[in-house]
Structures are given as C-alpha cells and as structure tokens.
C-alpha cells in the first residue's frame, strides 16, 4: 500500500495516547484500518512534561496501530490542547485592486486581518475565515468573483506557546514519525462529531479530555469561540481516590465501571466494591456515595463552561445545542447533567464519516483521533498549510524571532 494513500491521526491527551491509521478510497472514502492507543505518561493538563515518557507512549500506540493495519507510516497529524490555547477574533479590509474580487485580494484581506501584535513566545496555529463583507454587505463566504470597492473579513485566530509546540514535535520525531500538521483538538474533533447544519445553526463543541474540557463554538457554520478549561476527568479520578479511599488506578476502574453524574439515576440497591490499600480488605459501597463524589465535580466543569459560552456573547445563538465529546461523555448521566446546567439540548458526538473499523472506533474516546484523519484527508491535497509543520517549524519561529529584532532596531 502506498504511504501517499495513507492518514494517519495521532491524539495525544493527559490520560491516553490514540493511533489511527486510514486508507484513502476512490470517491475521498476513508477507510479505518488500523487503531491503536497507549496510556499517555509524561503530559499534564495536555502539555509534555517528560519528554521520554511521552515519546515511549507514542511508540506503544504507533506499533499497536501498524500491527493492526499490516503498514509502516512515517508521518502523522497529531493534535494539541492544553491551557496555553487562545482563541482571537479579528478584523481586517482592503480596497479591491480591479472590478471584482480575486484570490489574490482575498489573501490581501486575511493579512491584514493577521496583522495584530502576538509575543514572540506564541504562534499563529490556525487562521479561519468566518465571513467575507463587500462594499458592507455581510454573510459572504466565498467572494472571488464579486464585484466591489471593497473588502473587509472577519477571522478567528487560535494562538498556542511555541514550546509546547515543539516539544510535541520533538516527542513525535523521537519516535520515528514526521509530523504533517498540528492541528488544536477539538478543531479537529468538530471534523468527526459535527453535523454541517448543526455548525449552520449554532452549536457549541465541549471535548472533557483528561486534564483539559476544551470548548468551540460554531456560528453559521464559523468557528467564534476558542476556550480551554483546566479540568477534565482527572479531577473526577482524584476525587473518587480521596474519597473512597482507593489509589488512582482503582479509582479510575471505578470511574469506568460504576461512574455516574447525577445521584438521582442510581437505583437504591445498587453496590461498589472498592479494593483496599496497604493489604486492608476490599470494602462494599452504595453506589449512591461514588454518584454523590462525582456530581459536585462534573457540575462544577460544566457551570464554568456554561460561564465562559455566556460571556462570550454566544449563548443565545447556540440553537443547535450541546455536544458532548471525549472520555467524561462517557460518564453516565453527562447528558442528563449538562442539559440541567446549560439549559439546552445536549447530545454525546460519535465519530462518524469513515469506514472499515468503525465499531472499534465509535467511542467518544477516539473523536479527536478520526478527526485528525479526516483534516488531514481534507488539506492533503493543499500544498500550503498554514499551522505548524516539522519542515519549517523552526525556520517559522527564526523568522518570526528575526522579524521582532528587526522591528526593535
């Protein structure tokens, strides 16, 4: 199989490290036919803290997926998240250079909407129109063509710490791979879970990983929001260790297992047992306490979630609802729990829009992971990209760098 048919997607979270390998098929069909995942030592809060665990996880996944397959590959799309994300909106206009609207003025308008003060410790990760204006008509998506005087464009910019960056790159290249594009996860989950006409309506993407819930929020059929919440299901774990008295690892069994957001689903009759620590004697629970650790917490993420939408401006033209992605959706009782606090519908995204091993992957769990294969399959054909890629990442930074010097001379 030629590597140019393959994609492949790497998500590399707090708590998991996720392998998907897809075969591209006539007709832009995209075929699942390799998964593989590691538990993800080495990352905090979605940033790499040890640079040897986070590589040795990657090569777990990687060599699970390629056995699975049958293939080597050599590059992948891989995700980042984590607190250092920022999302901006920004305005940019120029005259029209003839009678009608060319590619080349549009790309004039993008710059000028880029053109805004970013320190040199962060970078432009992704630079996306959401609409064009001409001659103050709004709503325009595709304006090559139009005639006018001119041109104005509103994009939103998501912005992340170059260090971070690189030192996915660098875990990612340690391992053996080139990386193709970094694109921010739940961009990349939208990909896989969002239905067109629900980014048309207005809808709000809330991705709960392991140590970040990441938010996005879609306006006729735009990004708007970028927001990154330093919570996720870890905080869940930690507060089922404390309070039954169990280690993390049990704690997140038990999590999996018997875990519910709402007290009020759990039936009077239903038990836990929780292991003992230090040699003691495993102990048997209502499953009513587990159910009353929990929801305070998942009611705490959500309630700060539903505070970050609001002061966004955004909440009233989300009519689409909520959609719930990652590891926490799987958590009974987030649906009923989330539609409590928002006030919306809510519903929990499945990956969807491949083929092959689709049942291995219709879990909540991998819906960064598709994601990244179907952003790849759809800029794979684009021979620039804007983002990071491990050709010119550090050309990229070097020429930003020489950019402010000059400009401070």
Request: charged share 20%.
């Amino acid at each position: 199989m030629a590597k140019e048919q393959l994609v492949v997607g790497l998500d590399i979270g707090t708590t998991k490290v996720c392998c998907i390998i897809a075969h591209l098929l006539d007709g832009g069909r995209v075929e699942i036919i390799g998964v593989g995942s590691s538990p993800s030592y080495g990352l905090r809060r979605g940033v790499v803290v040890n640079l040897e665990a986070t590589t040795s996880s990657i090569k777990h996944a990687l060599k699970e997926a390629e056995l699975m397959a049958g293939v080597e590959v050599g590059s992948v799309y891989t995700g980042i998240a984590g607190g250092h994300i920022q999302g901006i909106n920004s305005h940019g206009m120029i005259a029209i250079s003839g009678k009608e609207t060319t590619k080349n003025d549009v790309e004039r308008v993008i710059e000028a909407a880029q053109a805004i003060a970013i320190p040199l410790d962060r970078e432009i990760l992704h630079v996306l129109p959401q609409q064009f204006i001409i001659d103050g008509q709004d709503g325009i998506k595709h304006p090559v063509g139009m005639s006018g005087v001119r041109l104005e464009v509103t994009i939103h910019i998501i912005t992340g710490a170059v260090t971070s960056a690189q030192n996915i790159v660098r875990c990612i290249n340690q391992a053996g791979l080139q990386v193709e594009n970094i694109v921010l996860g739940p961009l990349a989950s939208s990909y896989s879970v969002l239905a067109e006409d629900e980014k048309e309506l207005g809808v709000a993407l809330v991705d709960i990983g392991g140590g970040t819930s990441d938010i996005v929020v879609f306006i006729d059929g735009s990004l708007c929001q970028t927001e990154v919440l330093s919570m996720g299901g870890e905080n869940v774990t930690k507060d089922i260790s404390i309070g039954l008295r169990a280690p993390i690892t049990e704690a997140e069994k038990i999590k999996r297992k018997y875990g519910c957001a709402m007290g009020v689903l759990v039936k009077d009759d239903e038990r836990i047992q929780v292991p003992g620590v230090g040699g003691r004697e495993p102990k048997t629970l209502p499953r009513q306490v587990l159910a009353e650790i929990i929801e305070p917490r998942m009611e705490e993420i959500f309630s700060l979630i539903n505070r970050q939408i609001r002061m966004s401006g955004y909440e009233n033209s989300i009519t689409a609802g909520i959609v719930l992605t990652g590891g926490g959706a799987m958590l009974e009782g987030s649906c009923e729990l989330a539609e409590r606090i928002f006030d919306l519908p809510v519903r929990v995204g499945y990956p969807k829009g491949v083929e092959g091993l689709k049942e291995v992957v219709n879990n909540p769990l991998y819906a960064t992971g598709v994601g990244l294969v179907l952003y790849g399959v759809r800029k794979r054909s684009k021979s620039k990209k804007r983002g990071f890629i491990t050709g010119n990442l550090f050309r990229t930074i070097l020429k930003r760098m020489k950019e402010w010097f000059g400009e401070l001379l």
